[in-house]
Nanobody, 120 residues
Framework: QVRLVESGGGSVQAGGSLRLSCAAS??????MGWFRQAPGKEREAVAH???????SSIPSVKGRFTISKNNAKDTLYLEMTNLQPNDTAIYYC????????????????WGQGTQVTVFS
């Protein structure tokens, strides 16, 4: 049974860093990703990593956020640096039973989310 549990959110000043973790039992061979939803906005994909450890991220976080996966620990990470106020959102870990990453709506497993707040 797949279970996703995020941790590592918090409040940080602009320019600071946070590392999100997602304990992800049962997903070591499949696509996993991070999504976020800011107040009043739709949920958006942030970054994902497929079964071949290939990663992709949205332009607004390239060079600042790094997604990685440790299969030995069944854990997905999102290392976030140079955080900005518009990064404030609830961040969700998600998984899809697919070796390559599908469209966002095809992610079928979701964590409960962790709040990230960036203040200026």
């Amino acid at each position: 049974q797949v279970r996703l549990v995020e941790s590592g959110g918090g409040s940080v000043q602009a320019g600071g860093s946070l590392r999100l973790s997602c304990a992800a039992s049962g997903m070591e061979d499949y696509c996993m990703g991070w999504f976020r939803q800011a107040p009043g906005k739709e949920r958006e994909a942030v970054a994902h990593v497929n079964a071949f450890r290939e990663t992709s991220s949205i332009p607004s976080v390239k060079g600042r956020f790094t997604i990685s996966k440790n299969n030995a620990k069944d854990t997905l990470y999102l290392e976030m640096t140079n955080l900005q106020p518009n990064d404030t959102a609830i961040y969700y870990c998600a998984g899809a039973r697919s070796f390559n990453c599908p469209t966002p709506r095809e992610f079928t497993y979701w964590g409960q989310g962790t709040q990230v707040t960036v203040f200026s």
